[in-house]
């Protein structure tokens, strides 16, 4: 396909200049189903609720069709030999997102909650915008390695977005957790997303100059190998920030996370199982240290442990300062009701959850009209998305681009494990919400960012190595096939 | 770099495995539970997504359904109507959306809801055309006309009471009327209004409890109604073997171990009288003694027999009525003239005439004759069950014969028909500390067709707090009512 020499004879070609071939018509053809099949779910959708094709399926398809191909065309263009994979994937999760969205749009009862807005509609335009900063990481973004010299630029914007939600005027508390801004005029934003890839861009830079002294120093005791005291500094100031965020924003989810990514990175850096095992004991002493004076953890636990027992209080008076929450119970029904193969589109009551039913639980809408089928192919295209990325970090050539990679994938697995977790009463709940099916611009911005840049590494690493430039000598090594 | 990488990777599958396992755990292991969990607003809904099937009395329905009013958000989309509900209410119960259901409403929810699995086959053959769901219908054995007939009664009297008629040869239960009653279409909403009607009636705010379900689950002291039973068990344990033989009754007769005459009503002649008079008088001497003299064991046994002493399933639930044991002889005797902890329901002494009536032979009483599916296929008949034997042929006969007497010229002329033959009981239970409340008027009857059959048994009790004291009794109160039940029943008949 691209045997891309400037051989002087059309008899001739250079050996080592056969690529792998970019499998963008691959992606392509993906892209149709992963278009496609949220089409059908909205009229789907529309039929089982007013028995009717909804009046927006042709502009719907359209619109994310287009969306799609822009992506598309813009992948072709600047990153030819991408993953195949990524793009597509997003897209189907995208779509469906936004089909669950305007489903719950269509409830009664959310209609009748005071906070209602019509979700859908921004949601749409959430991911025009995303695949917008999709399409401008693609064209700004010629070489991952350019980030490489904003590590400690990243580092300070990082903190930057993390203290933002306490600052006092800006910062939102929603339901206990502050991890919200309010940016008047426009809505309100989640900054902890972005920071999620601003940091591994950090780690990653940080990591790879750091990477021998803190792999080779180090003492060996009871067969792991000890860093040196001096090397703990750098997580040892991660995991403090980690601890503040849990006491201040209150936030389990995103404390693990960002810790969760330093350890992963930590890890593949230096090769040494010993930062795994300090990281566990770490947030271990972190977690428990937190919620055994953090009141607003402790409920969290509590709801997790029982509840059923935090859906009786919910329905009740109660003078203890509070908030009780009947959510985890009604998602841990919405499963439940969903059964093997589910209600169907827009006949399952997820409604009842209320508040946040689309953002935070919107997995447990697809687990009622979806059922364990719909759920467990869902859980499966994230698990799609962090394979890749992973391929990704695998493939690539460069340190930086794997721990980068590696440091973008592992966060967006565990950001699927605590919140798909916490919605499944696995863990307790957090107030982070699933990639790309939550409503929410700053979720859809930020995943489609880091989509953005995986798919560019993986553009780098895919890419056949550049043809040695033309050698007076070629003439010498030039084969000669059969015409 | 790769070697951790790859164990990333496998981390990573790990993660999506444990979320894999967890819903695999939600979504199957515990999804039935989780469905089914009645707090799950699902189930409610489920329940009033269709329009519930009917409860039939005489081929035509006493209930309904309507689209719940759209005002608000309601995601029940039909409610409960009633025809006539106060009347019905008793055999119905209630289904609302606010207040769950009860009685027959609730009993029989899987088939009027369609969810029952008796219908699973009609349920499939929905799903699969395509219709909604559409629950069945449960047929009661209720008669109309003997309903209306003991609602209007009671209505009329205006205090409180309860009819229960029975058909002796089936246990078919052809009336069950309780007053004051309560409309259950006015709460099966789940709006404000519904909810102030349904406090309204709690007996916090009435003090008449318009919601007890009299006619099954009140006990009342069944008074000289119970001589019948203790007539019943000196004829089974030979004590005496016909009517006119004359008894063993001095009067005035003091209670074994005490010093206490027990009292007639009046100057009646109840020495030695035989049992067809001293029933027909009401005589407490004659019946008391009978009973102290039977003991505690055996009059135990008969009450037994009739039905005392346990619960019965109609299906709804009626409460025990009560014949104590370890009693002394004179506490025997009171309680064999239906006094002391002697109590019953209305439907008990139904039973008690309905046996009676039947030849000695008690029939299961109920009242749900045949479950349908929203077609009208039967799913569930009810076949009649003999639930004991009280009493041998010859000795019911025996007691008919002594009963007729009471209607013929007794204290229950007031349940005369003419051409049919009428055999009751009256009866005047004292309650209250020092007997100082009202006595309450009870009067149990049957009817018998001139082929011998028995179409009718009846038992009614009343409440009546605004009447004069002294003319409270069986006869005066209860037997009209009692009359218009039986004929009502009779007239269909011919």
């Given at each position: 396909m691209s045997s891309s020499t400037n051989s002087p004879t059309h008899h001739t070609s250079t050996i080592g200049a056969i690529g792998a071939p970019s499998r963008r018509n691959t992606e392509l053809a993906l892209l149709v189903f992963a278009v496609a099949i949220p089409v059908f779910a909205y009229a789907n959708v529309g039929l089982a609720i007013s028995d009717q094709v909804p009046s927006g399926l042709l502009s719907y398809g359209l619109g994310l069709g287009l969306l799609a191909g822009v992506a598309h065309l813009a992948v072709r263009k600047?990153?030819?030999?991408?993953?195949?994979l990524l793009l597509p994937l997003a897209t189907l999760l995208n779509g469906l997102g936004l089909v669950v969205i305007w489903r719950l749009d269509q409830s009664k009862l959310l209609q009748s909650l005071p906070n209602f807005v019509t979700a859908a509609p921004r949601q749409l335009l959430y991911t025009a915008l995303g695949i917008g900063l999709f399409v401008v990481v693609l064209i700004f973004l010629k070489d991952h390695r350019v980030l490489q010299r904003y590590t400690y630029i990243s580092m300070f914007t990082a903190l930057v977005l993390l203290i933002l939600p306490l600052v006092p005027g800006l910062g939102a508390n929603i339901y206990g957790a502050k991890i919200w801004i309010n940016i008047p005029g426009l809505g309100s934003l989640q900054p902890g997303e972005f920071a999620k890839i601003v940091l591994a861009v950090f780690f990653a830079g940080y990591l790879m100059v750091k990477r021998d002294a803190l792999a080779l120093a180090s003492r060996r005791f009871m067969g792991l190998y000890l860093p040196r005291g001096r090397d703990l500094g750098p997580i040892l100031v991660v995991w403090a920030i980690s601890i503040l965020i849990l006491v201040f924003e209150t936030d389990l989810g995103t404390s693990l996370l960002f810790f969760g990514m330093f350890v992963i990175m930590l890890y593949v850096a230096t090769e040494r199982t010993s930062w795994i095992v300090f990281g566990l004991l770490m947030s271990a002493v972190g977690a428990v240290g937190v919620a055994s004076f953090e009141s607003h953890i402790q409920t969290r636990v509590q709801a997790w442990l029982n509840p059923m027992r935090e859906y009786e209080l919910s329905r009740q008076v109660t003078h203890d300062g509070i908030l009780h929450s009947d959510q985890l119970q009604q998602a841990l029904w919405a499963f439940g009701s969903g059964g093997t193969l589910g209600s169907g589109w827009g006949q399952g009551h997820s409604d009842l959850i209320r508040f946040a039913a689309n953002s935070d639980f919107v997995l447990a809408t697809f687990g009622e009209e979806l059922g364990l089928a719909g759920v467990m192919a869902i859980l499966l295209i994230y698990g799609l998305i962090v394979e890749r990325g992973v391929r990704t970090a695998l493939a690539a050539r460069d340190p930086f681009g794997k721990l980068l990679a590696i440091g973008l994938s592992g966060a967006f697995a565990l950001q699927v494990f605590v919140v798909a977790g916490g919605v499944m009463g696995l863990i307790p709940l957090t107030g982070m919400t699933m990639p790309f099916l939550a409503y929410g611009g700053s979720s859809v911005l930020a995943n489609w960012a880091l989509i953005g840049i995986l798919i560019r590494i993986s553009d780098t690493a895919r890419r056949p190595a550049p043809a040695p430039a033309s050698s007076p000598d070629a003439e010498m090594t030039q084969v000669v096939r059969p015409s | 770099m790769n070697k951790p990488l790859r164990r990333i990777a496998i981390f990573c599958g790990l993660l999506v495995l444990t979320l894999l396992l967890r819903d695999n755990y939600l979504q199957y292991v515990r999804a039935d539970s989780l469905k089914d969990d009645p707090k799950n607003r699902r189930v409610t809904i489920a329940r009033y997504a269709t329009p519930r099937g009917d409860i039939l009395v005489g081929g035509d329905p006493i209930t309904g359904s309507a689209e719940s009013s759209k005002s608000g958000v309601n995601d029940l989309k039909y409610k409960r109507t009633y025809k006539n509900g106060p009347m019905w209410a008793p055999v119905t119960g209630y289904a609302s959306q606010a207040f769950g259901a009860t009685q027959l409403e609730s009993i029989e929810d899987g088939i009027l809801t369609g969810d029952d699995d008796r219908l699973f086959f009609r349920k499939t053959l929905d799903m699969i055309t395509g219709k909604e769901q559409q629950g069945g219908n449960v047929v009661t054995t209720l008669n109309a006309a003997a309903q209306k007939a003991a609602f209007d009664g009671l209505k009329k009297r205006g205090g409180k009471g309860a009819v229960v008629a029975l058909e002796p040869s089936t246990g078919k239960i052809l009336a069950l009327a309780s007053y004051p009653s309560y409309d259950p279409s006015s709460f099966a909403g789940n709006t404000n209004d519904d909810a102030a009607a349904w406090k309204k009636l709690q007996k916090k705010y009435?003090?008449?409890?318009?919601?007890?379900n009299r006619a099954l689950r009140e006990t009342y002291p069944p008074g000289s109604t119970f001589k019948v039973v203790t007539a019943a068990a000196a004829l089974e344990n030979g004590k005496y073997t016909s009517a006119d033989e004359r008894t063993d009754s001095p009067l005035p007769w003091v209670m074994p171990g005490t010093t206490t005459e027990l009292k007639n009503e009046g100057n009646i002649p109840c020495e030695n009288a035989t049992m067809r008079v001293a029933l027909q008088y009401s005589c407490n001497t004659v019946f008391g003694k009978i009973g102290s003299d039977l003991g505690n064991d055996k009059m135990l046994e008969e009450a037994k027999k009739f039905g005392f002493d346990s619960e019965q399933f109609t299906p709804v639930r009626a409460t025990a009525s009560v014949f104590s044991d370890d009693m002394n002889k004179s506490q025997t005797a009171l309680s064999s003239i239906g006094q002391y902890n002697t109590a019953a329901t209305p439907l008990q002494m139904a039973m008690v005439a309905s046996a009676v009536a039947n030849d000695g032979k008690l029939m299961k009483p109920y009242m749900v004759d045949e479950l349908q599916s929203s077609n009208l296929d039967p799913v569930a008949k009810t076949e009649p069950e003999e639930l004991s034997r009280p009493l041998s042929p010859k000795n019911a006969q025996i007691l008919q014969d002594m009963m007729q007497t009471v209607v013929e010229k007794g204290t229950g002329t007031n349940a005369r028909i003419s051409g049919v033959e009428v055999g009751g009981k009256t009866g005047t239970a004292q309650h209250g500390v020092e007997n100082s409340e009202n006595p309450y008027a009870w009067f149990i009857s049957y009817a018998k067709l001139p082929d011998g059959s028995s179409p009718v048994a009846v038992a009614v009790v009343i409440e009546d707090e605004g009447a004069n004291r002294d003319d409270i009794s069986g006869g005066g109160l209860a037997a009209p009512i009692a009359k218009n039940v039986m004929e009502a029943v009779v007239n269909a008949k011919k």
């Amino acid at each position: 396909m691209s045997s891309s020499t400037n051989s002087p004879t059309h008899h001739t070609s250079t050996i080592g200049a056969i690529g792998a071939p970019s499998r963008r018509n691959t992606e392509l053809a993906l892209l149709v189903f992963a278009v496609a099949i949220p089409v059908f779910a909205y009229a789907n959708v529309g039929l089982a609720i007013s028995d009717q094709v909804p009046s927006g399926l042709l502009s719907y398809g359209l619109g994310l069709g287009l969306l799609a191909g822009v992506a598309h065309l813009a992948v072709r263009k600047f990153a030819p030999y991408a993953d195949p994979l990524l793009l597509p994937l997003a897209t189907l999760l995208n779509g469906l997102g936004l089909v669950v969205i305007w489903r719950l749009d269509q409830s009664k009862l959310l209609q009748s909650l005071p906070n209602f807005v019509t979700a859908a509609p921004r949601q749409l335009l959430y991911t025009a915008l995303g695949i917008g900063l999709f399409v401008v990481v693609l064209i700004f973004l010629k070489d991952h390695r350019v980030l490489q010299r904003y590590t400690y630029i990243s580092m300070f914007t990082a903190l930057v977005l993390l203290i933002l939600p306490l600052v006092p005027g800006l910062g939102a508390n929603i339901y206990g957790a502050k991890i919200w801004i309010n940016i008047p005029g426009l809505g309100s934003l989640q900054p902890g997303e972005f920071a999620k890839i601003v940091l591994a861009v950090f780690f990653a830079g940080y990591l790879m100059v750091k990477r021998d002294a803190l792999a080779l120093a180090s003492r060996r005791f009871m067969g792991l190998y000890l860093p040196r005291g001096r090397d703990l500094g750098p997580i040892l100031v991660v995991w403090a920030i980690s601890i503040l965020i849990l006491v201040f924003e209150t936030d389990l989810g995103t404390s693990l996370l960002f810790f969760g990514m330093f350890v992963i990175m930590l890890y593949v850096a230096t090769e040494r199982t010993s930062w795994i095992v300090f990281g566990l004991l770490m947030s271990a002493v972190g977690a428990v240290g937190v919620a055994s004076f953090e009141s607003h953890i402790q409920t969290r636990v509590q709801a997790w442990l029982n509840p059923m027992r935090e859906y009786e209080l919910s329905r009740q008076v109660t003078h203890d300062g509070i908030l009780h929450s009947d959510q985890l119970q009604q998602a841990l029904w919405a499963f439940g009701s969903g059964g093997t193969l589910g209600s169907g589109w827009g006949q399952g009551h997820s409604d009842l959850i209320r508040f946040a039913a689309n953002s935070d639980f919107v997995l447990a809408t697809f687990g009622e009209e979806l059922g364990l089928a719909g759920v467990m192919a869902i859980l499966l295209i994230y698990g799609l998305i962090v394979e890749r990325g992973v391929r990704t970090a695998l493939a690539a050539r460069d340190p930086f681009g794997k721990l980068l990679a590696i440091g973008l994938s592992g966060a967006f697995a565990l950001q699927v494990f605590v919140v798909a977790g916490g919605v499944m009463g696995l863990i307790p709940l957090t107030g982070m919400t699933m990639p790309f099916l939550a409503y929410g611009g700053s979720s859809v911005l930020a995943n489609w960012a880091l989509i953005g840049i995986l798919i560019r590494i993986s553009d780098t690493a895919r890419r056949p190595a550049p043809a040695p430039a033309s050698s007076p000598d070629a003439e010498m090594t030039q084969v000669v096939r059969p015409s | 770099m790769n070697k951790p990488l790859r164990r990333i990777a496998i981390f990573c599958g790990l993660l999506v495995l444990t979320l894999l396992l967890r819903d695999n755990y939600l979504q199957y292991v515990r999804a039935d539970s989780l469905k089914d969990d009645p707090k799950n607003r699902r189930v409610t809904i489920a329940r009033y997504a269709t329009p519930r099937g009917d409860i039939l009395v005489g081929g035509d329905p006493i209930t309904g359904s309507a689209e719940s009013s759209k005002s608000g958000v309601n995601d029940l989309k039909y409610k409960r109507t009633y025809k006539n509900g106060p009347m019905w209410a008793p055999v119905t119960g209630y289904a609302s959306q606010a207040f769950g259901a009860t009685q027959l409403e609730s009993i029989e929810d899987g088939i009027l809801t369609g969810d029952d699995d008796r219908l699973f086959f009609r349920k499939t053959l929905d799903m699969i055309t395509g219709k909604e769901q559409q629950g069945g219908n449960v047929v009661t054995t209720l008669n109309a006309a003997a309903q209306k007939a003991a609602f209007d009664g009671l209505k009329k009297r205006g205090g409180k009471g309860a009819v229960v008629a029975l058909e002796p040869s089936t246990g078919k239960i052809l009336a069950l009327a309780s007053y004051p009653s309560y409309d259950p279409s006015s709460f099966a909403g789940n709006t404000n209004d519904d909810a102030a009607a349904w406090k309204k009636l709690q007996k916090k705010y009435d003090p008449a409890d318009p919601m007890l379900n009299r006619a099954l689950r009140e006990t009342y002291p069944p008074g000289s109604t119970f001589k019948v039973v203790t007539a019943a068990a000196a004829l089974e344990n030979g004590k005496y073997t016909s009517a006119d033989e004359r008894t063993d009754s001095p009067l005035p007769w003091v209670m074994p171990g005490t010093t206490t005459e027990l009292k007639n009503e009046g100057n009646i002649p109840c020495e030695n009288a035989t049992m067809r008079v001293a029933l027909q008088y009401s005589c407490n001497t004659v019946f008391g003694k009978i009973g102290s003299d039977l003991g505690n064991d055996k009059m135990l046994e008969e009450a037994k027999k009739f039905g005392f002493d346990s619960e019965q399933f109609t299906p709804v639930r009626a409460t025990a009525s009560v014949f104590s044991d370890d009693m002394n002889k004179s506490q025997t005797a009171l309680s064999s003239i239906g006094q002391y902890n002697t109590a019953a329901t209305p439907l008990q002494m139904a039973m008690v005439a309905s046996a009676v009536a039947n030849d000695g032979k008690l029939m299961k009483p109920y009242m749900v004759d045949e479950l349908q599916s929203s077609n009208l296929d039967p799913v569930a008949k009810t076949e009649p069950e003999e639930l004991s034997r009280p009493l041998s042929p010859k000795n019911a006969q025996i007691l008919q014969d002594m009963m007729q007497t009471v209607v013929e010229k007794g204290t229950g002329t007031n349940a005369r028909i003419s051409g049919v033959e009428v055999g009751g009981k009256t009866g005047t239970a004292q309650h209250g500390v020092e007997n100082s409340e009202n006595p309450y008027a009870w009067f149990i009857s049957y009817a018998k067709l001139p082929d011998g059959s028995s179409p009718v048994a009846v038992a009614v009790v009343i409440e009546d707090e605004g009447a004069n004291r002294d003319d409270i009794s069986g006869g005066g109160l209860a037997a009209p009512i009692a009359k218009n039940v039986m004929e009502a029943v009779v007239n269909a008949k011919k």
